[in-house]
């Protein structure tokens, strides 16, 4: 992808497309998004959830996720220490803890990483990854990638635009 491409698809990226062009094009070719429906689908995905570029870290406190046990969220303040962060936005100690074994960073010590642009670019794809989204971008099925990357349906039509515009550009 180029930042003339990546720029077409998230336009309110900015100067940070800039930033955050090679290390997405890296950890799309790390983690196996390398075909223009899957980047399609991704691009689309972290667009939404990164409000096209502007926030690695979830704009929201973290208290909501507080005693999520299904997130791992068991000590008190790991829904505010383990809040959304990433270009997907990884969420909860259970999350942080497997993509901090998978790219190998002490996130459970130091959560903020997921904010920097490298470490934001590399959770997302490892997220992708390990939930499966390749096959579900092969099939074009973009409520289930959506219901993957969020637990619901937020959002789906943001997420479809950016999908659409992907797609166009990437062709």
Not at 68 to 86: C, P, Q, S, T, W
């Amino acid at each position: 992808m180029t930042l003339v491409q990546l720029m077409a698809i998230m336009p309110y990226a900015g100067q940070r497309a800039a930033l955050f062009l090679a290390p997405l094009n890296a950890a799309m070719a790390e983690f196996g998004i390398d075909t223009p429906l899957r980047q399609a689908a991704f691009l689309a995905q972290v667009g939404h959830e990164s409000g096209q570029l502007r926030y690695a870290r979830e704009l929201a406190s973290g208290v909501a996720y507080e005693g999520r046990a299904d997130l791992g969220n068991v000590i008190a303040g790991d829904g505010v220490r383990f809040k959304g962060r990433g270009l997907l936005q990884v969420t909860g100690r259970a999350n942080y803890a497997a993509c901090g074994v998978a790219l190998r960073l002490d996130l459970l010590s130091r959560p903020e990483l997921l904010e920097q642009t490298l470490h934001a670019c590399r959770s997302a794809g490892w997220f992708w990854q390990s939930r499966g989204l390749n096959a579900l971008a092969d099939a074009g099925d973009q409520e289930r990638v959506t219901r993957r990357v969020n637990g619901g349906l937020n959002g789906l039509a943001d997420r479809l635009a950016l999908y659409q515009k992907a797609r166009k550009v990437l062709a």
